[in-house]
């Protein structure tokens, strides 16, 4: 059975970006030139151009994967608020959606995969750009060097790069990716937004991680009680962990 958790949340996070001013929209650049950093970037503060998500101002990052691809707009770079180059100097707000429209996600591979696809963000190796944080609680820091700003590194470079790691995946059949920078009530709103699905990625984790899971004492009651697709999951991976457990 074709997994499906988070199609409610993409349906109510569209219908928020749609209502947000300013939007500007690019399409995915297929071959990106912008060099590698050999995996050792690292931006220092005396180097910084702009930080994105900082501590001191709000962030959300979030993965909602649909194995319906009208839900997605494929290729399609959404920005919302001022683009890296324009905010040189200065800390942004951060909320960053990836939309991934997946094939053959079901009980047996979708929390493996879906922890492939978290995993992704690491694997970014971009000149001049930092993964400075990540918490997890969907947040994301991030910093971008004085030399890659003024080297043209953009909303467009990143979101770009983030989609090619993705599409090498056989099990991806398309890629969207919205960025925030307006304002910290936007993140906030965008945050409340995607918090349910922090919680069905918190019961994967407790059913991938518990042997036996007692449903009746479970924090994660009211999201297993509303997808049928993670009752099923939490037996497969119940089943799993009994056969590692005796083997």
């Known amino acids: 059975m074709e997994m499906e958790l988070f199609e409610g949340i993409i349906h109510e996070f569209r219908a928020f970006i749609d ?148 599409r090498a995946k056989d099990y991806v059949q398309s890629m969207e990716v919205i960025l925030i920078t307006s304002s910290p009530g936007d993140v906030r709103a965008l945050r409340e937004i995607v918090a349910p699905a922090a919680r069905i990625i918190a019961a994967m984790d407790k059913m991938a991680i518990e042997l036996e899971t007692d449903c009746e004492t479970c924090d994660y009651q009211d999201v297993c009680g509303d997808a049928e697709q993670l009752k099923a999951m939490r037996k497969t991976l119940q089943g799993k962990n009994r056969e590692a457990y005796h083997a």
């Open 19 to 166: 209502g947000l001013p300013s939007r500007r929209t690019w399409e995915e650049e297929l071959q990106s030139v912008w060099p590698g950093g050999g995996h050792r970037s690292v931006v220092m503060r005396e180097d910084l151009g702009c930080e994105l998500g900082s501590p001191e101002m709000e962030s959300v990052s979030c993965i909602l994967w649909t194995g319906k691809q009208n839900l997605v707009k494929n290729g399609c770079i959404t920005l919302v608020g001022p683009d890296f180059t324009e905010a040189a100097g200065h800390g942004l707000p951060f909320g960053k959606i990836v939309l991934a429209g997946v094939d053959g996600f079901d009980e047996e591979n979708t929390y493996d995969r879906h922890r492939d696809l978290d995993l992704l963000r690491y694997d970014l190796d971009l000149k001049g750009f930092m993964i400075r944080a990540v918490s997890q609680h969907q947040k994301e820091w991030c910093r971008i060097s004085a030399d890659a700003l003024r080297s043209g590194f953009s909303a467009q470079t990143l979101a770009s790069s983030l989609m090619a790691l993705f």
